[in-house]
C-alpha cells in the first residue's frame, strides 16, 4: 500500500514555512525523505528511524510518529532552491530495504 | 566519485523490440534497486538486490521484464517484447547496508519511450 502524502501542492513565498506529511496504513520501521527536482533523480534528504535515530541534512528537520504510523517533514524559511517534489518513501521490515514511495508534494516557491 | 551510471540515458524504440537497461551502481555499495516513474503510478520499485541477489521482485510488472546482475559493479533490465504501456522513466539506485535505514543514491535515469 502506497503511503499517501499531503498536500498534493503547495506554493509558497520566499522566507515562509511548509509542512509535508506521509500517512500509512502499515506499521512502519522507517521513513525516507528524498526531494526531486524537474528532470532529474531524487535526492535524499533524511531518514527517520523507529525508535527515534535520525539521520539527514542538518537544515531539513523531520518527526516521525510510530503510534500514528505518520511522517512530517519541516521546511522553514524556504529558499528557491527548496522547489521540486517531495516523496516520502517508506520501509515496513528491519533488514529489507524495499522502499514504498508516497504520493509525492510538490512545492514551489515564488520571490 | 561518479555516482550511479546509467546508460542509455535517453531511448526510443518501437513495440515489440528488445529494450536493455544498464546500471553501474556506487563502488562498494551491495544493494541495488530499480524503479520505474509515472505520472499515474509515481516512482515504484520493481526489484532490489543484495550482494547480487535478488531480495524482491515483487514489483517486476510481468514477464516481459527481467532483471540481472552478474557481478557488484553491473546490473541490467530487460523488457522484451516493449509496449508502449512501458514508456516511463526507468532509475537505478544503490545503497551500502552498512547500519540500518540507508540512503539510496539515484542514478540520472533512463527515459523510455515505445512507440
Known amino acids: 500500500q502506497q503511503p499517501v502524502q499531503s498536500p498534493q501542492a503547495v506554493i509558497l513565498r520566499e522566507g515562509e514555512d511548509a509542512v509535508i506529511n506521509c500517512s500509512s496504513s502499515k506499521a512502519l520501521y522507517s521513513v525516507h525523505w528524498y526531494r526531486q527536482k524537474h528532470g532529474e533523480a531524487p535526492v535524499f534528504l533524511m531518514i527517520?528511524?523507529?525508535?527515534?535515530e535520525q539521520k539527514g541534512h542538518e537544515k531539513i528537520s523531520a518527526s516521525f510518529n510510530e503510534k500514528k504510523q505518520q511522517s512530517s517533514l519541516y521546511l522553514t524559511a524556504s529558499q528557491l532552491s527548496y522547489s521540486g517534489t517531495y516523496f516520502c518513501?517508506?520501509?515496513?521490515?528491519?533488514?529489507?530495504?524495499?522502499?514504498?514511495f508516497g504520493t509525492g508534494t510538490r512545492l514551489t516557491i515564488i520571490p | 566519485d561518479a555516482g550511479v551510471i546509467q546508460s542509455p540515458r535517453h531511448e526510443v524504440t518501437e513495440m515489440g523490440q528488445e529494450v536493455t537497461l544498464r546500471c553501474k551502481p556506487i563502488s562498494g555499495h551491495n544493494s541495488l534497486f530499480w524503479y520505474r516513474q509515472t505520472m499515474m503510478r509515481g516512482l515504484e520499485l520493481l526489484i532490489y538486490?543484495?550482494?547480487?541477489?535478488?531480495?524482491?521482485d515483487s514489483g517486476m510488472p510481468e514477464d516481459r521484464f527481467s532483471a540481472k546482475m552478474p557481478n557488484a559493479s553491473f546490473s541490467t533490465l530487460k523488457i522484451q517484447p516493449s509496449e508502449p504501456r512501458d514508456s516511463a522513466v526507468y532509475f537505478c539506485?544503490?545503497?551500502?547496508?552498512?547500519?540500518?535505514?540507508?540512503?539510496?543514491?539515484f542514478g540520472p535515469g533512463t527515459r523510455l519511450t515505445v512507440l
Open positions: 527517520l528511524l523507529k525508535g527515534g
Open positions: 518513501g517508506t520501509e515496513y521490515d528491519f533488514g529489507n530495504e524495499k522502499l514504498t
Open positions: 538486490f543484495n550482494n547480487n541477489v535478488p531480495i524482491d
Open positions: 539506485a544503490s545503497s551500502s547496508l552498512a547500519g540500518v535505514g540507508n540512503e539510496q543514491f
